[in-house]
């Protein structure tokens, strides 16, 4: 007779702790699903990029791109980056197909042999055109290539934001992880911290300048990188976002790749 | 200065089809843009030529301007790429062609373009065996990458099952060679004046070529077919009007099938590129494969080190007109990405018969945001019994300077 009682009390309060006691890395992964949502649904869009990169000496060097970005449902995104600056690579365009466990599948159009070159996605924690961006940095952030673990509330300029931790699930990134504060309002991340193999802090994201489009999708005017281990920093700024273009897979196959100018 | 060899026909033929799309061209018109680049290129050489009559070091200018425009929202494109080269010794290497001269049109599931372009088919690195499209413009680099515009009209299918190209590829470009003062050249020099055709329409035989190519996962994939006039000629001795010995291109009719295909896993890259040729001498397989392995940022630096190796094999052996029948290539490409865009690429290919080999070195980096100085070297070594061994004495140094705009 005990024993009947007992158990379904126990079972009882198993329950209750897990309603109550969210653990930190639900949390984490509640968040970060959240944001998700917020931004799923746009279909497409499509910017202008301008980088902005200087050297501890303050040494300046300027890229222009143009990006071409696909919502694919149930898959990473699809993209497209057409590079007209600096001269000697205008015309060079990169195409990602990027999932969200699987390697992404990248293709490199080199305009002066009219060759499109399939290259290795394990490289992703190379600079992005020597800036301080890694390819891993601007490609589709999607909800599976992280673990999340829920650190703190903390007011960041005013906004109060989640600080939420995410470790890469691939194995070829170059960081062990990346501290992310999420404003609770808008689930915006402001501001990204990126720890390098060793764990030591190697980068500092910021985004500035939010604006809202299709009174939903937020996305910022400028995100400034500074490696405080080189003292390098890159100034990205985006222009002339447009959503719902009506882009559809075939403006991110290879012969769009070739045509990209 | 020699201009490039254009066929009346075609000129009429491109003509005309600029007066047809010049007429659509009317509503919705963005400007269009000019870009391009300017250059200087100096080569110094090792050792004195074989032939004094051959010059030595040498200076070379050349620009290569480009137009581009598009119109109804990008489907539509015209390109205008002339190029341009003098050089200090080799009259030869003094010419102009036209690389692009072409209009594009896409629809959402064909393409059609049509006018001069350069196709680029295959994914080895030490030689390209599928790519046949275009002509070599030898005379630029003995590696023979550059190529020479080439008239055509070309339809993409692009469908579920892959992307089929089908050319038709009017007006045959004859190949470059180095001049009489002009180095790297076969110790006779070739004389294509006296270019032997076994079509009897000789350069206005009608080529065609169709290319299936597909991406299915890992695996990028490619079949092709081409069915015309030999991109590469036979070179027979023959004499000149002055009684000199010089080697004559003959150049035959062929059918070749090319397979191209690539399998991309994690950071490794392996390559294959097969062909089967008939019509060129007796029938033959010919095959390139290998592959391309990338460390990312090995010894806690940004830079990507690429180690390449690739088998160059040919069925006729040592009777080929090819070097590089039975020859391994190794390679190690960096890549620092850096802001200056550094690169570097040191490649050898060795011979297993003749023992004969060949090595390059070529490296490029960004000046400024205008400028980039690219370096080249070649040597040549063991080259007795090889067919390398014309161009025993012409190791060099290149150096270019060019201006982008």
Not at chain 1, 238 to 249: A, D, H, S, V
Not at chain 2, 101 to 111: I, M, N
Not at chain 2, 150 to 175: C, N, S, V
Request: charge should be negative; glycine fraction near 8%; hydrophobic fraction near 35%.
């Amino acid at each position: 007779m005990r024993r009947t009682l007992l158990l379904p009390l126990l079972a009882l309060s198993l329950i209750s702790a897990g309603l109550s006691a969210e653990t930190t890395q639900e949390k984490g992964l509640a968040i970060a699903s959240e944001a998700d949502r917020r931004d799923t649904g746009f279909q497409d869009f499509t910017a202008d990029m301008t980088m902005i990169l200087r050297n501890r000496q303050g040494d300046q060097s300027v890229r222009a791109l143009r990006s071409r970005t696909l919502e694919v449902k149930n898959d990473g995104d699809k993209n497209l980056v057409i590079f007209d600056e600096p001269a000697d690579v205008k015309g060079t365009a990169f195409l990602s197909y990027t999932h969200a466990t699987q390697p992404d599948d990248q293709w490199l159009y080199l305009p002066a042999l009219k060759r499109v070159k399939r290259i290795a996605s394990s490289n992703k924690s190379g600079p992005f055109m020597g800036s301080e961006f890694a390819y891993e940095d601007i490609s589709s952030q999607e909800l599976a290539k992280y673990t999340y673990n829920y650190l703190r509330d903390e007011t960041l300029d005013g906004q109060d934001c989640y600080v939420v931790e995410r470790r890469p699930a691939d194995e070829y990134s170059g960081y062990t992880k990346q501290l992310v504060w999420v404003d609770k309002q808008h689930y915006r991340p402001l501001k990204i911290e990126f720890y390098d193999r060793k764990d030591s802090l190697l980068k500092t994201l910021t985004n500035h300048g939010y604006q809202q489009y299709l009174q939903q999708y937020w996305r910022p005017d400028e995100m400034r990188m500074i490696n405080h281990q080189t003292g390098k920093t890159t100034v990205l700024k985006w222009k002339n976002y447009r959503f719902r273009t009506g882009l559809g897979e075939r403006d991110f196959d290879q012969n769009s790749l070739q045509r990209a100018k | 200065m020699r201009p490039g060899c254009f066929i009346p026909s075609a000129r009429r033929i491109l003509i005309g089809a600029a007066l047809l799309f010049g007429g659509i061209v009317g509503q919705n018109t963005y400007a269009g843009e000019w870009s391009g680049r300017i250059g200087a290129e100096l080569r110094l050489f090792t050792a004195a030529p074989l032939d004094t009559r051959q010059g030595e070091d040498n200076l070379s200018l050349f620009a290569e301007p480009e137009y581009y425009a598009s119109w109804n929202d990008g489907r539509d494109s015209l390109t205008f790429v002339p190029f341009i080269r003098w050089d200090q010794h080799d009259a030869e290497r003094s010419h102009a062609d036209i690389r692009e001269l072409t209009w594009q049109h896409a629809a959402q599931d064909w393409e059609l373009s049509a006018g001069i372009r350069k196709i680029f088919w295959g994914v080895t690195e030490s030689q390209h065996l599928v790519d046949i499209i275009n002509q070599t413009d030898l005379v630029e680099n003995p590696d023979g990458e550059e190529k020479l515009g080439q008239l055509m009209i070309d339809l993409a299918l692009i469908r579920d099952w892959g992307t089929l190209d089908l050319f038709i590829l009017p007006g045959f470009r004859e190949r470059t060679f180095p001049g009489v003062e002009g180095r790297l050249r076969p110790q006779s020099p070739v004389d294509t004046s006296q270019a032997v055709y076994a079509a009897s329409e000789k350069q206005r035989h009608l080529d065609a070529a169709l290319r299936w190519r597909h991406t299915l996962d890992d695996w990028d994939v490619g079949l092709s077919h081409f069915s015309g006039t030999s991109r590469e000629p036979r070179l027979l001795p023959g004499l000149n009007d002055r009684g000199e010995v010089v080697l004559i291109p003959h150049y035959d009719l062929i059918d070749q099938t090319g397979l191209d295909l690539q399998l991309t896993r994690a950071a490794w890259l392996w390559k294959l590129e097969a062909i089967r040729r008939v019509g060129h001498g007796p029938a033959y397989y010919a095959a390139t494969g290998g592959f391309e392995y990338t460390l990312s940022g090995p010894f806690d630096t940004a830079t990507d080190l690429g180690l390449v190796a690739e088998y160059l094999y040919d069925e006729r052996g040592n009777a080929s007109p090819n070097p590089f029948q039975d020859d391994f290539m190794l390679g190690l490409r960096f890549t620092f990405n850096d802001v200056q865009s550094s690169d570097l690429l040191i490649a050898a290919i060795f011979d297993r018969e003749t023992r004969a080999s060949s090595f390059s070195l070529e490296a490029s980096r960004r000046l400024g945001s205008r400028w980039k100085l690219a370096m080249e070297a070649r040597g040549f070594a063991h080259t007795s019994n090889d067919l390398l061994s014309h161009f025993r004495n012409d190791d060099y140094l290149q150096a270019e300077l060019s201006f982008y705009y």
